[in-house]
């Protein structure tokens, strides 16, 4: 078995080595911890029907802690994924203003081996583009060369190019961002290098350090990294990583390809806004189509895997909701499903931390602290949940051990969706910054009579509640409603910030 690191927040789980995995179980749900080991065995299963010698490089650059590696640092020839040090190279030059992007290069197709100084040709049978090669003796600006070598994996822009940028000077730039694997030696079709074993290389995890440089570094300015990414997401071979990816995601990578060597490395974005860098290598791999498919497969898995396990700030945030803590942060929030503590028993929130509402929501919610501040400066809404995915909504119906026929009554239908769903409503108390919570007679989520606000006297009367715990509930309700939030019968904690119809005339679910 290869040797697989994955890498979640501040736990490190080792297929097939003993490891602790405490930290893991309780930072994530269950599910996601068994999503994620399945698709370690998954991908490994994969790779090991294929002839060759493989290395995986992953991880969200929203969430850098969330990263998976097989064979990371093992070398490989580079191929055409030696491009991409070339671009930021120009790049970094051009910033520093030895050579722009405007200036004027040669096209010629007479170069120098690394070995002895001597010189060769390309041949245009041997390239990936041949338009260029209508224009010998003529000039093209270093952005159109830049633009071939890597949309079209030009061999001769990146030999011309590299006559100006040269290998060591690639390479020193790549050390300096921490890559320290990667080779640039010479350009391409260096024949007499090849056979000396002079060959570019990389490993996995320098291209996965120079695409995160791209994402989010400071090496080089947003616009240079802006050109970069343009550039690379205008590749025209996509039989690898995009080849499965819905129509439409935006694939900025770079592959590569010699025989028995097939590559691709890049950014891939999702839907919600969260990004990931993945890299593909292979060497001793014949069968290249299965090499390519595979690749595609394994690009899909990971994009499906945080489709299902987001980054939720950045889901939440671009379905149209406010982190409430942004309007007011003296409101506290401890979501019930981001802890063990609720009815599902596990963590079904995982990262998220924070509470989001519709705007509107969000904007009475500071109104009714304001007012319970007010009334006494010691105590605090304590918020529960707020807004809530229906597929959330899902996992608390399917694993509810109330009868069909009363689920209902305290967990919404999500073919219907519950109000949470459309972030416009919220389960709260009251928080005492002396005492602590509130005593209202039931923990949050009891789906027992004792929650209901409409038997509350007969509650007193037999016993169920103390006049302390009605005074509490009372309270809470006398500032909800006067925020201009609703009541829901049977829970205690729920109100609605709006009819559900208007909420459904004027927003989407949250899926």
Not at 88 to 99: D, R
Request: proline residues 3%; hydrophobic residues 40%; contains cysteine.
């Amino acid at each position: 078995m290869q040797k697989l690191l994955i890498s979640l927040f501040l736990c490190s789980l080792f297929i097939g080595i003993s490891c602790n995995r405490t930290t893991l179980k309780e930072s994530r749900s269950p599910n996601e911890v068994l999503a994620l080991e399945n698709l370690a065995d998954s991908i490994e299963h994969k790779l090991s029907t294929i002839e060759g010698t493989f290395a995986v490089q992953f991880s969200s650059i929203d969430r850098p802690g969330l990263n998976l590696s097989i064979n990371a640092d093992s070398v490989f020839h580079a191929a055409s994924t030696m491009k991409t040090p070339v671009l930021y190279e120009i790049l970094k030059q051009h910033e520093l203003g030895n050579k722009l992007l405007s200036d004027s290069l040669l096209v010629g197709n007479r170069f120098t081996s690394i070995v002895d100084g001597s010189s060769y040709s390309m041949q245009v049978s041997e390239d990936s583009e041949a338009a260029l090669y209508e224009f010998l003796g003529e000039k093209k600006t270093v952005l159109e060369l830049a633009e071939l070598m890597i949309t079209q994996s030009s061999n001769l822009a990146t030999n011309i190019l590299m006559e100006t940028y040269k290998g060591p000077q690639v390479t020193q730039s790549m050390r300096e961002i921490g890559a320290d694997d990667i080779q640039v030696l010479r350009g391409v079709e260096d024949l007499k290098a090849f056979n000396a074993g002079r060959n570019n290389e990389t490993t996995a995890r320098d291209l996965w350090i120079l695409f995160k440089e791209l994402a989010t570094g400071t090496s080089i300015t947003t616009e240079s990294k802006t050109i970069a990414l343009d550039i690379l997401s205008k590749q025209e071979f996509n039989d690898m990583f995009p080849a499965k990816l819905p129509f439409g995601t935006r694939v900025e990578h770079k592959t590569g390809w010699i025989t028995g060597v097939h590559h691709d490395s890049g950014i891939i974005h999702m839907p919600n806004g969260e990004s990931f860098v993945l890299v593909f290598l292979s060497k001793n791999a014949p069968d290249r189509l299965k090499v390519q498919e595979t690749a595609a497969e394994i690009a899909l898995m990971f994009y499906n895997f945080l489709t299902e396990y987001p980054d939720w700030n950045i889901e939440l945030k671009n379905s149209g909701l406010v982190n409430l803590k942004d309007l007011d942060s003296s409101i506290i929030v401890q979501l019930a499903y981001s802890t063990v503590d609720n009815i599902l028993g596990y963590d079904a929130y995982g990262s998220l931390e924070d509470a989001y509402l519709r705007e509107e929501a969000a904007k009475k919610l500071v109104e009714a602290q304001k007012m319970l501040l007010a009334h006494n400066p010691n105590l605090r809404l304590y918020i529960f949940d707020a807004a809530r995915p229906r597929r959330i909504q899902q996992q608390l119906w399917d694993n509810s051990e109330l009868p069909v026929s009363e689920r209902s009554k305290y967990i919404a239908n999500p073919k219907r969706g519950s109000i949470h769903n459309f972030g416009m409503a919220v389960d709260l108390g009251i928080y005492d910054i002396d005492a602590g919570l509130l005593d209202m007679g039931t923990k949050f989520d009891d789906f027992t009579e004792v929650s209901h606000i409409t038997k509350e006297d007969s509650l007193v009367k037999n016993g169920f509640l103390t006049n302390n715990q009605l005074t509490n509930r009372k309270l809470l309700r006398e500032i909800m409603l006067a925020a201009g939030f609703q009541t829901l019968a049977t829970e205690w904690w729920h109100f609605d910030a709006m009819e559900r119809s208007r909420t459904k005339e004027l927003f989407s679910i949250i899926e």
